[in-house]
């Protein structure tokens, strides 16, 4: 059955060139890549999921992020977003003027089982002087298991036979969904899914290096970050339909990354909570 294409979004992930940035704008709620500076680092940089028993049929989930560069920024900001059995259930963004550290922390209450990821990517954006501009970023991320039957319990890492089990069994159920929204935005955009290299954004990073490993180390960061500065933009804050309204991204599948072979592109590909296929795209 043909697709209705006029029910898909298609957004386009652009590169903001800055030739004149004045150095008294105001401070705002963005993400804006600039030339890594290599004297910059994270001296912390974490996110952490801690679930606890109540003691009947629920449980708490609370999700931490810190971090703190090794001096003040102009600005520092924070995104994280946590995916549960392959779909968003929330996202944490906090952002600071001339500060060095963030810390946030949300807690939920679930009934069942699952498997949580979060990811979150740390930036600072640095002005050395009036007319230079650079940047430090960071990534992180934690993957959780929690299992409600016959009694609560909880894993990072499977320790016995049944905690293995349950971990297949929730990754089954977690990575059908994420390929169920994977194929379905690839038919809808007609993208032939064997011309690319595809990994998960709560992937990106333990296999960025792995997934760009053919680009030096400084286009790696390069990529990442504007990845991050669309990703922000266009998801993050809502994604924009083609009937101009802004809808939320919460409930969307885990977006996958795809690297083109001939690596000229980033495409991004997910489906929104009502199956509404998205992809987003990333020139290199």
């Known amino acids: 059955m043909k697709l209705q294409l006029k029910y898909t979004v298609f957004l386009v ?14 401070a705002e709620e963005t993400i804006i890549f600039f030339p890594i500076d290599s004297s910059l680092h994270f001296t912390q940089a974490s996110t952490h999921l801690t679930p606890k028993g109540t003691g009947d049929s629920t449980y708490s989930i609370t999700w931490k992020v810190n971090s703190a560069l ?24 906090n952002w600071r003027q001339n500060k060095q550290e963030l810390s946030q922390k949300a807690k939920s209450k679930e009934s069942e089982s699952g498997r949580y990821e979060a990811v979150t990517f740390h930036y600072a954006e640095v002005h050395p002087s009036d007319t230079i501009f650079t940047s430090a970023q960071q990534l992180s991320k934690d993957k959780l298991y929690t299992v409600t039957s016959p009694a609560f319990q909880y894993f990072h890492r499977p320790l016995s036979e049944e905690q293995i089990q349950w971990k297949k069994t929730l990754d089954g159920l977690t990575d059908q969904t994420v390929k169920n929204g994977l194929e379905k935005a690839g038919q809808a955009f007609q993208v032939n899914l064997d011309q690319y290299n595809i990994i998960s954004l709560t992937d990106l990073p333990s296999k960025k290096n792995q997934w760009l490993s053919a680009f030096p180390h400084f286009k790696r960061e390069e990529i990442v970050g504007k990845l991050w500065e669309g990703l922000y933009k266009n998801y993050v804050l809502g994604i924009k339909k083609e009937d101009g309204s802004i809808v ?9 990354l795809l690297m083109a072979k001939n690596q000229g592109e980033i495409l991004v590909l997910f489906t929104l909570k009502d199956g509404t296929p998205i992809m987003l795209r990333q020139k290199l």
């Open 13 to 26: 992930l652009t590169t903001i060139f800055v030739i004149l940035y004045f150095s008294n704008r105001q």
């Open 70 to 93: 090794d001096q003040p920024a102009y600005l520092r900001q924070d995104v994280s977003l946590l995916y549960k059995n392959g779909k968003l259930s929330g996202a944490l963004k």
């Open 248 to 256: 939320s991204p919460q409930g969307s599948t885990i977006p996958q």
